[in-house]
Protein backbone atom coordinates (compact mmCIF):
# COMPACT_ATOMS: atom_id res chain seq x y z
CA UNK A 1 0.00 0.00 0.00
CA UNK A 2 1.58 3.51 -0.91
CA UNK A 3 1.77 5.72 2.18
CA UNK A 4 3.00 8.92 0.35
CA UNK A 5 3.15 10.85 -2.73
CA UNK A 6 0.59 10.44 -5.02
CA UNK A 7 -1.86 7.74 -3.85
CA UNK A 8 -4.35 7.87 -6.73
CA UNK A 9 -3.72 4.89 -9.25
CA UNK A 10 -5.22 6.17 -12.42
CA UNK A 11 -2.56 8.97 -11.69
CA UNK A 12 0.34 6.76 -10.71
CA UNK A 13 -0.13 4.16 -14.08
CA UNK A 14 -0.48 7.57 -16.34
CA UNK A 15 2.72 8.96 -14.75
CA UNK A 16 4.56 6.03 -15.27
CA UNK A 17 3.78 5.61 -19.03
CA UNK A 18 5.74 9.32 -19.81
CA UNK A 19 9.19 9.01 -21.01
CA UNK A 20 11.62 11.95 -21.38
CA UNK A 21 10.21 14.59 -23.90
CA UNK A 22 6.79 12.87 -23.78
CA UNK A 23 4.03 15.90 -22.11
CA UNK A 24 1.16 15.83 -19.66
CA UNK A 25 -1.61 18.40 -19.28
CA UNK A 26 -2.58 19.80 -16.29
CA UNK A 27 -5.87 21.47 -17.00
CA UNK A 28 -8.33 23.97 -15.30
CA UNK A 29 -12.15 22.76 -15.04
CA UNK A 30 -13.17 24.64 -18.22
CA UNK A 31 -10.66 23.07 -20.12
CA UNK A 32 -12.11 20.83 -23.40
CA UNK A 33 -12.68 17.07 -23.54
CA UNK A 34 -10.15 15.40 -25.16
CA UNK A 35 -11.72 11.74 -26.62
CA UNK A 36 -8.35 10.68 -27.80
CA UNK A 37 -6.45 11.40 -24.61
CA UNK A 38 -6.83 9.37 -21.48
CA UNK A 39 -8.09 11.86 -18.88
CA UNK A 40 -7.75 11.64 -15.10
CA UNK A 41 -10.52 13.92 -14.17
CA UNK A 42 -9.75 14.72 -10.10
CA UNK A 43 -11.99 17.63 -9.98
CA UNK A 44 -13.90 17.40 -6.47
CA UNK A 45 -16.11 21.37 -6.38
CA UNK A 46 -14.35 24.38 -7.10
CA UNK A 47 -10.92 25.03 -6.78
CA UNK A 48 -10.47 21.54 -5.00
CA UNK A 49 -7.83 20.52 -6.61
CA UNK A 50 -5.89 23.64 -8.20
CA UNK A 51 -3.57 22.95 -10.77
CA UNK A 52 -0.92 24.26 -8.53
CA UNK A 53 -1.76 21.16 -6.36
CA UNK A 54 -1.16 18.99 -8.89
CA UNK A 55 1.93 20.70 -9.78
CA UNK A 56 3.53 20.59 -6.75
CA UNK A 57 2.73 16.38 -5.80
CA UNK A 58 4.10 15.68 -9.61
CA UNK A 59 7.23 17.67 -9.24
CA UNK A 60 8.66 15.81 -6.67
CA UNK A 61 9.49 12.81 -8.71
CA UNK A 62 8.83 13.94 -12.19
CA UNK A 63 11.38 15.83 -14.01
CA UNK A 64 9.86 19.00 -15.51
CA UNK A 65 12.04 19.77 -18.87
CA UNK A 66 9.62 22.63 -19.49
CA UNK A 67 6.33 23.84 -19.04
CA UNK A 68 4.14 25.69 -22.08
CA UNK A 69 0.98 28.13 -20.72
CA UNK A 70 -1.27 30.49 -22.64
CA UNK A 71 0.28 34.13 -22.99
CA UNK A 72 -3.29 35.02 -21.83
CA UNK A 73 -2.82 33.75 -18.75
CA UNK A 74 -0.61 36.95 -17.92
CA UNK A 75 -3.15 39.48 -19.07
CA UNK A 76 -6.62 38.38 -17.78
CA UNK A 77 -5.03 37.04 -14.28
CA UNK A 78 -4.18 39.45 -11.28
CA UNK A 79 -0.63 40.09 -9.92
CA UNK A 80 -1.07 38.04 -6.90
CA UNK A 81 -2.22 34.85 -9.19
CA UNK A 82 0.82 35.19 -11.53
CA UNK A 83 3.24 35.60 -8.43
CA UNK A 84 1.26 32.14 -7.25
CA UNK A 85 2.12 30.38 -10.65
CA UNK A 86 5.84 31.83 -11.03
CA UNK A 87 7.05 30.90 -7.32
CA UNK A 88 5.85 27.01 -8.31
CA UNK A 89 7.24 27.04 -11.90
CA UNK A 90 10.55 28.70 -10.66
CA UNK A 91 13.49 26.55 -12.02
CA UNK A 92 10.77 25.29 -14.64
CA UNK A 93 11.32 26.93 -18.12
CA UNK A 94 8.39 28.41 -19.09
CA UNK A 95 6.90 29.23 -22.39
CA UNK A 96 3.81 31.42 -23.21
CA UNK A 97 2.27 31.12 -26.36
CA UNK A 98 -0.86 31.94 -28.16
CA UNK A 99 -3.95 29.57 -26.36
CA UNK A 100 -4.98 28.42 -29.99
CA UNK A 101 -0.82 27.20 -30.27
CA UNK A 102 -1.11 25.61 -27.28
CA UNK A 103 -3.99 23.93 -28.01
CA UNK A 104 -2.51 22.53 -30.65
CA UNK A 105 0.07 20.65 -28.23
CA UNK A 106 -2.78 19.16 -26.36
CA UNK A 107 -3.42 15.75 -28.87
CA UNK A 108 0.32 15.04 -28.79
CA UNK A 109 0.43 14.16 -24.95
CA UNK A 110 0.32 11.05 -22.95
CA UNK A 111 -2.81 12.08 -20.90
CA UNK A 112 -4.53 15.09 -19.19
CA UNK A 113 -5.31 15.41 -15.11
CA UNK A 114 -8.45 17.78 -15.02
CA UNK A 115 -8.52 19.76 -11.66
CA UNK A 116 -11.36 22.05 -10.78
CA UNK A 117 -9.07 24.84 -10.66
CA UNK A 118 -11.58 28.30 -11.69
CA UNK A 119 -8.18 30.36 -12.69
CA UNK A 120 -8.45 31.39 -16.34
CA UNK A 121 -6.05 29.91 -18.40
CA UNK A 122 -4.54 28.16 -15.61
CA UNK A 123 -3.90 25.11 -17.90
CA UNK A 124 -0.12 24.10 -18.25
CA UNK A 125 1.47 21.51 -20.52
CA UNK A 126 4.77 19.78 -19.06
CA UNK A 127 7.37 18.33 -20.63
CA UNK A 128 9.21 15.46 -18.89
CA UNK A 129 12.93 15.94 -18.54
Same mark, same amino acid.
Given at each position: +???????????? %?????????????? #???????????????ISLVDDIPRVL?????? %?????? !????? #????????????? #??? #? !??? !?? +???????????????????????????? %?? !?????? %??
Amino acid at each position: +MLKTGILNPAIN %SLLSRIRHTNTLVI #ADRGFPFWPQLETVDISLVDDIPRVLDVLQAL %SKNFVV !AQVFM #AEEFLSVNTPETK #AAF #A !AAL !AG +MPTVYEPHVIFKKRVPQAIGLIRTADTV %SY !ANLIVE %SG
